[in-house]
């Protein structure tokens, strides 16, 4: 939002010329439109399309023939969602004592969009400077019952204060000789505990009362506008996409990650995440991660068109610079998600203080379950096996490859009805029926249980943890669902030069295998060993949130507790792990930069993001 120039109006100018004459100026009120300027600002009298109107809650004297005036508004107070675009700010005429528009401002194109959701209060503090002719003789007319609170109000305030502001949540662990995974809770932290459920019940969390964590929320976002038309909860609400993308807000923060030695010469690595402004502390925006993996769907125009929707089967065995193109097609502000993964590794470790993700959240989808063919049939909707066992279930999306997994000549995305016993006498097994057309089954085809529709947490909504945690179902962190597992997914931005990265955070300047400017080398050299646990993330002073491996010989319980794929050359990188057998080696730590950008694959997806 931009308001570049407050204009004083001709009818504000002839009231100013009074000031001289001794007459004094009363500001009474101030107006919030949503109108187009068609003309001169100049010229105004009133607004195009009056919303609100104000009352003045301060008027300061700045300089001889200058006042500063303050109003506030809040968007409840509005009977519908508006665009921001027009101030004005009403005097009344010593003369005639009529309220005359003084000054007047358009933000034009750049208004911000005020949504009147009760669940997304807003509160705008305006203040305009405004020129008069003599500044001592102008006053204000003020309306009591604005301006004083009542006790009560005062309370609340107070209370709420202390609840949602001044807070300052940190974390640090010994980092020479040790591989311990946890961390120390230290200042606002200290004495919190944090926890996810693994089976659906309710557990308790502190930082689910604390921000930014309790302001982590599903909501649908509107692809055009970038706003939010609803909340997980709220009437309108659709994980479906029929009421717009569905994702999770990050509401702004303030954060700090550092090292520092003690009187001892131990380093320490420090991480905060803070509520408020202070000094050291870098900002992070606004920003909205896709609660899903990322799918696709063809448009009229055979555009195809990333999505963040439950019931779907993910997009997979794309490149990195289709999955882009997939995100971009949405609109303004979607991308693929990018540096802001660190951001929310460092919410992640902030609240729950260890590294073991799978272990505080649960496994996530890290298995895979395969099964033959025992007999061959023609134009049927079903695959005769040995057994179904624990990784086959009504609802699971399978496919069946020609001899083995990883390929679906046979069907593909298909998925289970039912599952019957089966014996004809000379076969006993299962009968495992899936949706689709028929397909011809020969001996030895393979059924395996390929990327999952999501959806899998919804009855979670914002919470983290899993509703089954048995390696085949997906994991939530604060409403994002397969934050890690399910599917290794592209990180955007980095790209990685014989184990060094290179980061660029211009989404508009993305692009594969550049490792110049606007892509700025990281200060530190990756790790070189492949498949290997890690037990050490790198800092650069100059992107701190951007921690990849640097040192091996972890373990799944020591270090980060994840996994680090490599090689050099020229390589993209992805986070999360897949569903495979390799299910320790997954987490929101895992790392791989193996894959050249040219690179597809049956386990590789993406999540978009959006930023505004």
């Not at 009591?144 to 305030?157: G, H, K, M, P, R």
């Not at 390929?407 to 299962?430: L, Q």
Request: hydrophobic share 35%; proline share 2%; glycine share 8%.
């Amino acid at each position: 939002m931009g308001f570049e120039k407050v204009y004083i109006t001709k009818q504000g100018a002839l009231l100013a010329a009074k000031t001289l004459q001794g007459k004094k100026i009363e500001f009474d009120h101030a107006e919030v439109g949503s109108g187009n300027l068609s003309g001169n600002a100049v010229d105004k009298t009133a607004l195009t399309t009056k919303v609100l109107e104000c009352p003045i809650q301060k008027v300061e004297i700045t300089e001889e023939t200058q006042a500063k005036v303050s109003f506030i508004f809040k968007n409840t107070d509005a009977n519908n969602a508006f665009y921001f675009r027009e101030i004005g700010l009403f005097a009344i005429d010593p003369d005639t004592k009529a309220k005359v528009l003084y000054a007047y401002a358009n933000a034009g194109t750049t208004a911000e969009y005020i949504n009147n959701s009760i669940a997304e209060k807003i509160e705008k503090h305006i203040t305009i400077n405004v020129i008069v002719d003599n500044a001592s003789n102008v006053t204000i007319t003020l309306d009591a019952s604005e301006i004083y609170v009542t006790e009560q109000d005062l309370q609340n305030a107070l209370q709420n204060a202390k609840l949602y502001s001044g807070k300052n949540y940190g974390i640090k662990r010994l980092i020479t000789d040790n591989t311990l995974p946890n961390w120390t809770r230290i200042a606002d932290a200290e004495g919190l505990t944090a926890s996810a459920t693994k089976n659906g019940t309710e557990v308790a969390n502190d930082f689910d009362n604390l921000y930014p964590w309790s302001h982590m929320r599903r909501c649908n976002v509107d692809a055009a506008t970038g706003q939010v038309l609803a909340y997980y909860g709220e009437t309108g609400y659709k994980a479906d996409g029929t009421n717009g993308e569905v994702m999770v807000k990050i509401p702004e923060f303030w954060w700090k990650r550092e090292r520092l030695p003690d009187e001892f010469g131990n380093v320490y690595e420090y991480i905060y995440i803070a509520d408020y402004a202070r000094a050291g502390y870098i900002k992070s925006e606004e920003f909205f991660v896709g609660a899903y993996l990322l799918s696709t769907e063809e448009t009229e125009e055979s555009t195809i068109v990333a999505h963040s929707r439950s019931g779907v089967v993910p997009r997979y065995s794309t490149t990195k610079a289709n999955f882009r193109t997939y995100a971009k097609a949405l609109g303004t502000g979607w991308q693929l998600m990018d540096y802001h993964y660190f951001l929310l590794q460092m919410l992640y470790l902030v609240e729950y203080a260890h590294y073991n993700s799978q272990s505080m959240l649960g496994n996530g989808i890290v298995a895979m379950s395969t099964a033959k063919a025992l007999l061959a049939e023609n134009n049927t909707n079903r695959i005769i096996v040995t057994s179904a066992g624990t990784g086959f279930w009504i609802g699971k999306t399978i496919c069946i490859g020609a001899t083995d997994a990883w390929n679906s000549s046979v069907a593909a995305d298909r998925e289970i009805t039912s599952i019957e016993d089966y014996s004809d006498g000379s076969i006993t097994g299962k009968a495992i029926h899936f949706s689709g057309d028929p397909v011809n089954i020969a001996v030895d085809n393979v059924i395996w249980g390929s990327a999952q529709k999501t959806g899998g947490n919804d009855a979670l909504g914002n919470a983290s943890g899993s509703l089954n945690n048995n390696n085949y179902h997906p994991v939530n962190y604060r409403g994002i669902e397969d934050i890690f597992g399910h599917m290794w997914q592209h990180i955007d931005g980095l790209n990685i030069k014989d184990y060094v990265a290179y980061i660029c955070k211009d989404p508009d300047n993305y692009t594969n295998d550049k490792f110049d400017a606007p892509y700025e080398k990281i200060g530190y050299v990756n790790a070189n060993t492949t498949d290997s646990y890690i037990k050490k993330l790198g800092l650069d002073e100059k992107y701190p949130e951007v921690a990849l491996p640097v040192e091996v010989a972890g373990s799944s319980s020591t270090g980060a507790c994840d996994s680090y794929w490599c090689s050099e050359g020229n390589r993209i990188a992805y986070v999360g792990g897949y569903f495979h057998i390799y299910w320790t080696k997954a987490g929101f730590f895992a790392w791989t930069c193996y894959y050249t950008s040219s690179s597809t694959s049956w386990g590789c997806g993406a999540r978009l993001l959006m930023t505004r």
